[in-house]
T-cell receptor
Framework: KAGVTQTPRYLIKTRGQQVTLSCSPI?????VSWYQQTPGQGLQFLFE???????NKGNFPGRFSGRQFSNSRSEMNVSTLELGDSALYLC?????????????FGEGSRLTVL | DQQVKQNSPSLSVQEGRISILNCDYT??????FLWYKKYPAEGPTFLIS?????DKNEDGRFTVFLNKSAKHLSLHIVPSQPGDSAVYFC????????????FGAGTRLTVKP
């Protein structure tokens, strides 16, 4: 069974630009969560989608947005990029129902903002 | 607002000895706790979990202890092996199906041969 796939793996942008990251969950998983990982901050929760609806949202500015498609694939978008947005963005999927609560993570998209 | 804290950024132990990684949380509504392990250039992978109705859960060399009154949990690895060298993240959520998980900053474990 294929794991969680994130694209692109690496990208470089400049301040003010926008970026879109993509995540394909494990087949059958309906929940997709996004996290930002920066040194010393651990994984910061961005948002979670289930059946195309945003169920939870972390404490990030409105420049960070996301969506989920009917096939459970998800995208997140960051507009007006700032230097501080440089981070590893991780996507995780799960069944989304009561279960072990285990999240399956992709390898991440490393964003560098210059 | 760091609801889950791992105060030790790094830990070094000798192969064969016990590794103890600690985690504290502030939200008393958390009732499900997990540990994830992360190798460089890979996403975190699930290691072990515990719900608030238990105070201990064991899986092979890994044991997680939960002290709800102290809002503290710990991960014990016995015996530690060099392959255990990784960053360990503690995570917590309010419900088992709630994927709004809060993670700590991680502890980098190095197991020396």
């Amino acid at each position: 069974k294929a794991g969680v796939t994130q694209t692109p793996r690496y990208l470089i942008k400049t301040r003010g630009q926008q970026v879109t990251l993509s995540c394909s969950p494990i087949s059958g998983h309906r929940s997709v969560s996004w996290y930002q990982q920066t040194p010393g901050q651990g994984l910061q929760f961005l948002f979670e989608y289930f059946s195309e609806t945003q169920r939870n949202k972390g404490n990030f500015p409105g420049r960070f947005s996301g969506r989920q498609f009917s096939n459970s694939r998800s995208e997140m978008n960051v507009s007006t990029l700032e230097l501080g947005d440089s981070a590893l963005y991780l996507c995780a999927s799960s069944l989304g129902r009561t279960n072990t609560g285990e999240l399956f993570f992709g390898e991440g998209s490393r964003l560098t903002v210059l | 607002d760091q609801q889950v804290k791992q105060n030790s950024p790094s830990l070094s132990v000798q192969e064969g000895r016990i590794s103890i990684l600690n985690c504290d949380y502030t939200n008393s509504m958390f009732d499900y706790f997990l540990w994830y392990k992360k190798y460089p250039a890979e996403g975190p992978t699930f290691l072990i979990s515990i719900s608030s109705i238990k105070d201990k859960n064991e899986d092979g060399r890994f044991t997680v202890f939960l002290n709800k009154s102290a809002k503290h949990l710990s991960l014990h690895i016995v015996p530690s092996q060099p392959g255990d060298s990784a960053v360990y993240f503690c995570a917590a959520s309010e419900f088992t199906y709630n994927n709004d998980m809060r993670f700590g900053a991680g502890t980098r474990l190095t197991v020396k041969p």
